[in-house]
């Protein structure tokens, strides 16, 4: 459970988001976990990848940042 997760590993690099309804996964396009996101902080779509979350990828694209 994601609850355990952020109990055993805390998550202070990353926002975790609680949402019972949904709705963010439905206006996000999110189908499934695991899934990732990541956002500028002007609210810019930089990456987004479905299944693992390859590092290699999401450590480029935040030095591009």
Known sequence: M???FV???GTTSF????DPS????IELGINGQPAGMLVSSG???IGQWRGGI??????EAVAEL
């Open 54 to 59: 390859p590092e290699e990828a999401v450590l």
């Open 7 to 9: 109990q055993a590993y």
């Open 15 to 18: 926002l975790m988001l609680w």
């Open 22 to 25: 949904f709705e963010s996964w």
């Open 2 to 4: 994601a609850e355990d």
């Open 43 to 45: 609210g810019e779509l």
